[in-house]
C-alpha cells in the first residue's frame, strides 16, 4: 500500500514538522509498544532537538483483526512525565479506543504538554474521536502490516505497509 521509500520519505518531514514545532524545548517520546517501535525508532532519529523516550506496553487486539474493546497495560513507563512536553507515538489509530483509554490517563500525570503522532489513521473504522496532531497517512478500511503494524505477531518487520489478504 505504502512503499517502502514513501514511508521514510514521510518520517522524515514529520521530524522536521515537530523539531520546527517544539524548537527551543525537550520532547519525551512515548512509544506504545509493540507496533509503535519501528516508527518511534525513524521518528526519533529525524526529530534535531533533545529528545527522551519511553515506553508502555498496552495491547487491545491480541492476535485477532477487531480490537476487544480493553485497554490492558503490560507495562506502565519507566519515567514521571510531569512538566515534559510529551508526544504519543502510535503506528496507527484505527477504532480510536487505544488512544482514548490512554489519554485522559496520562493528562493526569500533569505533564507540559500532550500531544498524538500516528503513522496511519484509518477515519472510517473510528469508534471515538481523537485529537491527533499528527499524521503520517490516512489509509482505508483494510487490515495493514509492515512497520511495525502486525497480524498475529507476524509481518511488523516488513519495511513498507502492506494489506493482509483475507484467508
Ligand atoms: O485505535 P485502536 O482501534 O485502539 O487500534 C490501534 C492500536 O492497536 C494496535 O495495537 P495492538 O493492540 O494490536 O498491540 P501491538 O501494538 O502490540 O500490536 C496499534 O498498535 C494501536 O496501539
Ligand atoms: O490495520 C491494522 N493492522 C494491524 N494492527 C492494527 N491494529 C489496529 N488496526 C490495525
Ligand atoms: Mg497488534
Given at each position: 500500500m505504502i512503499s517502502e521509500e514513501d514511508v521514510n520519505k514521510r518520517i522524515a518531514e514529520m521530524g522536521a514538522q515537530i523539531s520546527e514545532d517544539y524548537a527551543g524545548k525537550e520532547i519525551h517520546l512515548i512509544a506504545i509498544l509493540k507496533g509503535s517501535v519501528f516508527f518511534a525508532c525513524e521518528l526519533a532519529k529525524r526529530i534535531t532537538i533533545p529528545v527522551t523516550i519511553d515506553f508502555m506496553s498496552v495491547s487491545s487486539y491480541g492476535n485477532s483483526?477487531?480490537?476487544?474493546g480493553i485497554v490492558k497495560i503490560a507495562k506502565d513507563l519507566d519515567e514521571p512525565i510531569l512538566d515534559k512536553e510529551v508526544l504519543v507515538v502510535e503506528d496507527i489509530i484505527d477504532s480510536g479506543k487505544t488512544l482514548n483509554h490512554l489519554k485522559p490517563m496520562l493528562e493526569s500525570r500533569n505533564p507540559a504538554s500532550l500531544h498524538l503522532c500516528t503513522l496511519?489513521?484509518?477515519?472510517?473504522?473510528?469508534?471515538v474521536e481523537v485529537p491527533v496532531r499528527y499524521i503520517g497517512f490516512e489509509v482505508p478500511d483494510e487490515f495493514v502490516v509492515g512497520y511495525g503494524l502486525d497480524y498475529a505477531q507476524k509481518?511488523?518487520?516488513?519495511?513498507y505497509i502492506g494489506v493482509a489478504e483475507e484467508e
Amino acid at each position: 500500500m505504502i512503499s517502502e521509500e514513501d514511508v521514510n520519505k514521510r518520517i522524515a518531514e514529520m521530524g522536521a514538522q515537530i523539531s520546527e514545532d517544539y524548537a527551543g524545548k525537550e520532547i519525551h517520546l512515548i512509544a506504545i509498544l509493540k507496533g509503535s517501535v519501528f516508527f518511534a525508532c525513524e521518528l526519533a532519529k529525524r526529530i534535531t532537538i533533545p529528545v527522551t523516550i519511553d515506553f508502555m506496553s498496552v495491547s487491545s487486539y491480541g492476535n485477532s483483526r477487531e480490537s476487544s474493546g480493553i485497554v490492558k497495560i503490560a507495562k506502565d513507563l519507566d519515567e514521571p512525565i510531569l512538566d515534559k512536553e510529551v508526544l504519543v507515538v502510535e503506528d496507527i489509530i484505527d477504532s480510536g479506543k487505544t488512544l482514548n483509554h490512554l489519554k485522559p490517563m496520562l493528562e493526569s500525570r500533569n505533564p507540559a504538554s500532550l500531544h498524538l503522532c500516528t503513522l496511519l489513521s484509518k477515519p472510517d473504522r473510528r469508534e471515538v474521536e481523537v485529537p491527533v496532531r499528527y499524521i503520517g497517512f490516512e489509509v482505508p478500511d483494510e487490515f495493514v502490516v509492515g512497520y511495525g503494524l502486525d497480524y498475529a505477531q507476524k509481518y511488523r518487520n516488513l519495511p513498507y505497509i502492506g494489506v493482509a489478504e483475507e484467508e
